[in-house]
């Protein structure tokens, strides 16, 4: 990783839908930061707000939401006060995002090298020929055949390599951060281990941060450096992926690791968290994990447990830890 | 497989269910072979589970046993006959005793019924209660038993005001209502928050102890099958297009796989430990993708993807022969 420096500072954001049943804060006073050349693994159930996360730092909300508090700091400008015709000079050619569901993100009636040229040319670049040769390195790198994948329908690629031609798609004008959500969920076990192997030789390669969304915490364990918990809109904890996984301070990230049928381990030890996710109208006083929580005290229904670093550069967001 | 004197509860011998298709612009015929000559035997408490990649044929076999799809040749004899065979009355009696999860519980459950309704309809439908009062007693019955607590609230809901783990606490109850011998379940956890997906496979164990229900629990994850199979002391049996390629009790499957498809599955697959898991890589296999199913490889289907191939392979189909005890394996690594 080098030097420790962030590319992305996110302070006190929140991000609210608009729904009819009231206001949903989906992302509600997160911080952290994201270090140049790492890959950050965001790690939540559904509703925890992870892609809420990533499509604000992009501002490719959908229309009922709204950042309504917070910054987010890249390369000295606040991403959420940039004006919409600044931000599209962000998106792509910075920040660039793998969307989830992405096997459904590829027009059936357009030839792959025509997503290319279509978003090169959206994003101002028009020279065809130098996409195309962009284009095949890239799908080189992603141990695609160039002429064969770039000639092809999407309905003639296998999962795995559509997933692959939208990695390449995203990489197309050099960004520097490239967020991905969900990129190996609808993917078959050899699949997934191929694309997690390919990204693995990515960051080899080409010099990138990543932002890994997923709910699956074993592909972060394989794959990222530091990992942010999140649930109901927070991060409970973030830290080094060894550090966090060897010893997991927050109740949730403990239960969270135990929850995961695993092919090593003792099937004992694995148990299911009590209790279901809150509702995001109506969260729960306090710390949100705490009617779920084994290790709960009286002042956890009360107030909202701070964020306190345990370890350098290891934060938990727990009353255990927290001076009360 | 032995063949025992049948008094399994299921057992499917040789059986193959094949898939007509167009194939192409011009409409040529195609034949999907989704099950391919398989034989399962499954006891009565007895938990079998199936895993394999998308396209394995493990929810056409699923689907079949249950009786939602007809075999193109083959039997399934339900506690020792053929279903083909039946009388209307066993045949009822047979689809009654075999009930089906099925993967999506926004699916599965009608979005103008409450919970009651959903409930209730094939209580009355097999005629096991009489007048409303009967069939009040016998939903709050199954609500407690599947968790959903206190019943009188859950039974006035509709299926939008449940979150996906309580939905598929209702079709659990749904599946389990009218005393089945064997559930069939689908995947029942892929659409679960990660979270509550083992409370939904220890309700099921639970349930097998209460009711006595054996389980055909299908998935694509070999966590998940580990977990269930070998909490309830039953087997797992790997798929590949088609054909069990491997069957055998859970942890001898999970700890010593001899095919070199379920090694290969099993390297691959992450885990959450930092230190293991970076040590995994993509096993040698010579091809990254399944084979189409129209037109799968001769002899062992794995063989064009395989990293032991010989030069039998591509000629003969392997059988499935016994390695250890209970644990049978199709390979010619280990047949003669």
């Not at chain 2, 194939?23 to 938990?47: F, T």
Request: proline share 8%; glycine share 8%; with cysteine.
């Amino acid at each position: 990783m080098g030097s420790a420096e962030p590319i992305i500072e996110v302070k006190g954001l929140s991000t609210v839908y608009y729904s009819l049943r009231g206001l949903v804060r989906a992302v509600d006073n997160v911080s952290f930061s994201v270090i140049r050349g790492e890959v950050l693994g965001v790690v939540g159930e559904s509703g925890s707000g992870k892609s809420t996360l990533s499509m604000s730092i992009l501002r490719v909300l959908p229309l009922n939401a709204r950042i309504v508090a917070g910054s987010i700091m890249y390369n000295g400008v606040d991403l959420v006060r940039l004006p919409e015709q600044e931000m599209k000079k962000i998106r792509w050619h910075k920040i660039s995002l793998v969307p989830q569901a992405a096997l459904n993100a590829l027009n059936p009636t357009m030839k792959i090298k025509e997503h290319f040229i279509e978003t090169a040319r959206y994003h101002g670049v028009r020279d065809k020929g130098a996409v195309i040769k962009k284009a095949s390195e890239l799908l080189e790198l992603l141990r695609l055949e160039p002429r064969r994948v770039l000639e092809s329908y999407p309905h003639e690629l296998s999962g795995g390599m559509k997933q692959r031609v939208l990695i390449a798609l995203a990489l197309l004008l050099d960004p520097e951060v490239l967020i991905l959500d969900e990129p190996t969920t609808a993917l078959d076990v050899l699949t997934q281990r191929a694309i997690l192997d390919l990204l693995k030789d990515l960051r080899k390669k080409i010099d990138i941060t990543m932002i890994f969304i997923t709910h699956d915490i074993a592909v972060i364990a394989d794959l990222a450096d530091r990992v942010a918990v999140m649930y109901a809109g927070k991060i409970v904890e973030i830290g080094d992926v060894f550090t966090v996984f060897k010893n997991p301070y927050h109740p949730y990230t403990r239960a969270l690791i135990k929850s995961i049928p695993s092919v090593i381990g003792s099937v004992e030890e694995m148990k299911p968290i009590p209790g279901s996710p809150p509702d995001l109208v109506n969260p729960p006083p306090g710390c949100r994990f705490h009617p779920r929580c084994g290790e709960k005290l009286p002042v956890c229904s009360e107030k909202e447990p701070p964020a306190v670093e345990v370890k350098p550069g290891h934060v938990v967001s727990c009353w255990l830890y927290a001076a009360r | 497989m032995p063949r025992t004197i049948s008094t399994s509860l299921i057992e499917a011998r040789n059986l193959r269910v094949y898939f007509y298709v167009k194939k192409g612009a011009l409409g040529k015929r195609g034949i999907v072979k989704a099950v391919d000559g398989v034989d399962l035997v499954i006891e009565e408490r007895g938990i079998v589970t199936l895993v394999g990649e998308s396209g394995c044929g493990k929810t056409t076999l699923g689907k079949t046993v249950a009786g939602l799809l007809k075999p193109t040749s083959g039997e399934i004899l339900f506690r020792g006959k053929s279903i083909t065979r039946m009388n209307r009355k066993e045949y009822m009696e047979y689809r009654r005793s075999v009930q089906i999860v099925h993967q999506d519980p926004y699916a599965s459950l009608n979005p103008t019924k409450t919970v009651f309704q959903t409930l209730s309809y094939p209580l009355m439908r097999w005629k096991l209660v009489r007048g409303r009062a009967e069939a009040e007693e016998k939903v709050k019955e199954l609500l407690r038993l599947v968790g959903l607590t206190p019943p009188e609230e859950f039974m006035r809901k509709y299926p939008h005001q449940l979150s996906g783990g309580q939905r598929q606490r209702v079709v659990i109850a749904r599946a389990i209502s009218v005393n089945p011998s064997l559930v069939v379940a689908d995947e029942p956890i892929t659409m679960i928050d990660v979270s509550l997906r083992l409370g939904i496979l220890d309700l099921l164990l639970k349930l097998r102890e209460e009711l006595g229900t054996a389980y055909l629990f299908i998935t694509h994850d070999f966590g998940a099958a580990r977990y269930f199979s070998a909490k309830g002391g039953g087997v797992i049996a790997v798929m590949y297009l088609g054909k069990i390629v491997e069957i055998g009790p859970a942890e001898e499957i999970i700890q010593h796989p001899l095919h070199p498809y379920t090694k290969a599955l099993i390297d691959a697959v992450p885990v959450p430990d930092p230190e293991i898991s970076r040590k995994k890589r993509m096993p040698p296999l010579r091809s990254l993708d399944i084979p189409s199913p129209l037109s799968p490889p001769p002899g062992c289907k794995f063989h064009t993807r395989c990293p032991d191939a010989m030069p039998v392979c591509a000629e003969k189909e392997p059988p499935l022969v016994e390695v250890r005890p209970g644990h049978y394996v199709a390979c010619w690594l280990y047949a003669k």
